[in-house]
């Protein structure tokens, strides 16, 4: 069951959900961080989030900072550091708006 | 009765399994809401079939093996047992088969008669099925009439509810104006679950043309239930004229409300925030000699709190609690959340200790309601505190309380803290990964869009 307040957001706006939750084939550089052809930029963002867990890439003097590693940085412009705050721009950036 | 030569699985059927219930035991629709659903469980077919289809000594629908089982149990003369065995069989075959099994027994075992409630289970039965007309139960009913057993009140109580359980609505209403015209006029009760069901999943017009058409032709009056069930439909769907002159109504016609029909009129205008209509009807039941009850005092101060009358919400927790009636986490909760609406935070925080003193347990909604207060107040310290408290103890995060939490941390630059909030979401589930992330990155849009 979704909460009525999600059911709303579904109804006024279902484009907005499914570019969240549809399936895209990725492109190269992404398709090689995830391991997988398909996926969702959900999926896409929580495992770069978890990525960044693991691997403990959160700046120790700032948290909101990221130093990229290699693998991390190929997919999100080749940027040294990224702010936490622009991670899901940035994650969009690999999935272009679909054409109506 | 002999039980020791019974399967087992059958054994349980049959204690559990009793004749479908007489008119006389029905209770009344009562006025609170809790005892109004046991009845329709305790009625309804499917519920009790469900409880059985574990325990049902059957593995399949198929005849022969049926008959065969029933004759290595031995004749006993209890009634209840045939029945029961035939209900576990109806619960898996078709009507048809059910019909066969029933002529099987009658045949093989001259002691076992029949009775009101054998018929019944076949009557279940064929209103369970998914079929596009009434002729199975039609059916069924003829066979009843044909074995001397005219169709009364309680057939057309069991058929309707049955029908109407399995998504037959317009079956159900067919069979209740058939059942008026061959047989007898169903009670009151049959009466208002029709009533219930149209509300539930019709149009209010259709509602009113039903109960028209039973006074007119049937003779069948709206009592005090049904205006309840049509009052408490209208409050849901928000409609202050229609409650209005419902109201109006009920007086005309000279009925005495009672307190749940208070309390589901108050419900009414508090959903809609009208304060002053929901005090009036507390005054009116004082007049008329009604003793408010712990749900009046929760909706009274839900609904002022709500109106934005937190202060005099408040006097009713003295008043309540004068009467002697225990305040509980529904009352303080509502009240907090009345307090944090007009900014008063702090003192909303001072009536979770007062709770806390009074020995009432604070749950989850309490928790949100503050922790929400808390972050529209711009008070992260207290904010941040409560919400350790409640990873602490597990609790689910609500919406609302999430999505504000979210937006003050990041207005604060905590981005991390940010992403931990959203973790904690995500993993005790308290929302879908979808809404909590669509939260998340709208929040962290804000704030960028706020450092450009």
Same mark, same amino acid.
């Given at each position: 069951?979704?909460?009525?307040?999600?059911?709303?957001?579904?109804?006024?706006?279902?484009?907005?959900?499914?570019?969240?939750?549809?399936?895209? @084939?990725?492109?190269?550089?992404?398709?090689?961080?995830?391991?997988?052809?398909?996926?969702?930029?959900?999926?896409?963002?929580?495992? #770069?989030?978890?990525?960044?867990?693991? @691997?403990?890439?959160?700046?120790?003097? @700032?948290?909101? #900072?990221? @130093?990229?590693?290699?693998?991390?940085?190929?997919?999100?412009?080749?940027?040294?550091? #990224?702010?936490?705050?622009?991670?899901?721009?940035?994650?969009?950036?690999?999935?272009?708006?679909?054409?109506? | 009765?002999?039980?020791?030569?019974?399967?087992?699985?059958?054994?349980?059927?049959?204690?559990?399994?009793?004749?479908?219930?007489?008119?006389?035991?029905?209770?009344?629709?009562?006025?609170?809401?809790?005892?109004?659903?046991?009845?329709?469980?305790?009625?309804?077919?499917?519920?009790?079939?469900?409880?059985?289809?574990?325990?049902?000594?059957?593995?399949?629908?198929?005849?022969?093996?049926?008959?065969?089982?029933?004759?290595?149990?031995?004749?006993?003369?209890?009634?209840?047992? =045939?029945?029961?065995?035939?209900?576990?069989?109806?619960?898996?075959?078709?009507?048809?088969?059910?019909?066969?099994?029933?002529? =099987?027994?009658?045949?093989?075992?001259?002691?076992?008669?029949?009775?009101?409630?054998?018929?019944?289970?076949?009557?279940?039965?064929?209103?369970?099925?998914?079929?596009?007309?009434?002729?199975?139960?039609?059916?069924?009913?003829?066979?009843?009439?044909?074995?001397?057993?005219?169709?009364?009140?309680?057939?057309?109580?069991?058929?309707?509810?049955?029908?109407?359980? +399995?998504?037959?609505?317009?079956?159900?209403?067919?069979?209740?104006?058939?059942?008026?015209?061959?047989?007898?006029?169903?009670?009151?009760?049959?009466?208002?679950?029709?009533?219930?069901?149209?509300?539930?999943?019709?149009?209010?017009?259709?509602?009113?043309?039903?109960?028209?058409?039973?006074?007119?032709?049937?003779?069948?009056?709206?009592?005090?239930?049904?205006?309840?069930?049509?009052?408490?439909?209208?409050?849901?769907?928000?409609?202050?004229?229609?409650?209005?002159?419902?109201?109006?109504?009920?007086?005309?016609?000279?009925?005495?409300?009672?307190?749940?029909?208070?309390?589901?009129?108050?419900?009414?205008?508090?959903?809609?925030?009208?304060?002053?209509?929901?005090?009036?009807?507390?005054?009116?039941?004082?007049?008329?000699?009604?003793?408010?009850?712990?749900?009046?005092?929760?909706?009274?101060?839900?609904?002022?709190?709500?109106?934005?009358?937190?202060?005099?919400?408040?006097?009713?927790?003295?008043?309540?609690?004068?009467?002697? =009636?225990?305040?509980?986490?529904?009352?303080?909760? +509502?009240?907090?959340?009345?307090?944090?609406?007009?900014?008063?935070?702090?003192?909303?925080?001072?009536?979770?200790?007062?709770?806390?003193?009074?020995?009432?347990?604070?749950?989850?909604?309490?928790?949100?309601?503050?922790?929400?207060?808390?972050?529209?107040?711009?008070?992260?310290?207290?904010?941040?505190?409560?919400?350790?408290?409640?990873?602490?103890?597990?609790?689910?995060?609500?919406?609302?309380?999430?999505?504000?939490?979210?937006?003050?941390?990041?207005?604060?630059?905590?981005?991390?803290?940010?992403?931990?909030?959203?973790?904690?979401?995500?993993?005790?589930?308290?929302?879908?990964?979808? +809404?909590?992330?669509?939260?998340?990155?709208?929040?962290?849009?804000?704030?960028?869009?706020?450092?450009?």
């Amino acid at each position: 069951m979704l909460p009525p307040r999600m059911k709303q957001a579904i109804t006024d706006n279902p484009k907005k959900l499914a570019n969240l939750i549809d399936l895209v @084939n990725l492109p190269t550089p992404l398709r090689d961080f995830m391991g997988q052809s398909q996926t969702s930029r959900l999926g896409c963002f929580m495992r #770069v989030w978890s990525y960044i867990k693991e @691997n403990k890439l959160q700046d120790l003097n @700032n948290k909101n #900072v990221i @130093n990229c590693d290699e693998k991390l940085r190929s997919i999100l412009l080749g940027k040294p550091q #990224v702010e936490l705050a622009e991670l899901p721009a940035l994650i969009k950036l690999h999935f272009p708006k679909k054409p109506n | 009765m002999k039980m020791g030569k019974l399967p087992t699985s059958l054994r349980a059927a049959a204690s559990i399994s009793r004749p479908k219930i007489a008119p006389s035991s029905l209770v009344s629709e009562s006025s609170s809401p809790t005892p109004a659903k046991t009845r329709l469980s305790a009625i309804s077919p499917r519920t009790r079939d469900d409880g059985e289809s574990s325990r049902t000594p059957f593995k399949s629908p198929d005849l022969s093996a049926a008959k065969s089982l029933f004759n290595s149990m031995v004749a006993t003369p209890d009634l209840r047992l =045939h029945n029961s065995f035939l209900q576990s069989y109806a619960s898996i075959s078709t009507l048809g088969d059910s019909i066969s099994l029933l002529r =099987h027994m009658m045949k093989s075992h001259p002691t076992f008669s029949p009775d009101r409630s054998t018929y019944h289970i076949l009557l279940a039965q064929s209103c369970r099925a998914p079929e596009p007309t009434l002729a199975g139960v039609h059916r069924a009913l003829n066979l009843m009439s044909a074995d001397g057993f005219a169709p009364d009140k309680v057939t057309a109580d069991i058929a309707v509810r049955a029908l109407s359980s +399995s998504g037959r609505i317009d079956h159900a209403l067919q069979l209740f104006d058939e059942m008026s015209l061959k047989h007898s006029v169903p009670d009151s009760y049959t009466y208002n679950f029709v009533v219930k069901c149209l509300c539930k999943c019709r149009s209010l017009s259709m509602v009113y043309e039903f109960i028209d058409k039973c006074r007119s032709s049937l003779g069948l009056k709206p009592d005090l239930v049904t205006y309840t069930i049509i009052i408490d439909n209208v409050c849901n769907t928000k409609n202050l004229r229609e409650i209005t002159r419902l109201v109006g109504v009920l007086g005309e016609e000279g009925f005495k409300p009672d307190c749940f029909l208070y309390n589901t009129i108050m419900k009414g205008y508090c959903m809609l925030s009208r304060g002053s209509e929901a005090i009036e009807v507390y005054n009116k039941m004082r007049e008329n000699g009604v003793e408010p009850d712990l749900v009046t005092y929760n909706t009274l101060i839900f609904g002022l709190s709500k109106a934005g009358r937190a202060k005099e919400a408040r006097k009713y927790l003295k008043i309540m609690a004068e009467k002697g =009636h225990v305040p509980d986490v529904v009352t303080y909760t +509502s009240l907090m959340n009345g307090l944090c609406r007009e900014r008063d935070v702090l003192g909303a925080y001072a009536l979770l200790e007062e709770m806390k003193e009074s020995g009432v347990e604070p749950n989850a909604c309490t928790y949100n309601t503050l922790l929400h207060g808390f972050c529209k107040a711009k008070m992260m310290e207290k904010g941040i505190e409560l919400y350790g408290e409640m990873k602490a103890a597990g609790m689910e995060l609500e919406t609302a309380a999430y999505a504000t939490l979210l937006r003050a941390l990041c207005r604060q630059g905590k981005i991390a803290d940010a992403y931990e909030v959203f973790d904690y979401a995500v993993e005790s589930k308290s929302l879908t990964d979808v +809404s909590a992330y669509s939260t998340l990155e709208s929040a962290l849009k804000e704030v960028n869009k706020h450092r450009e």
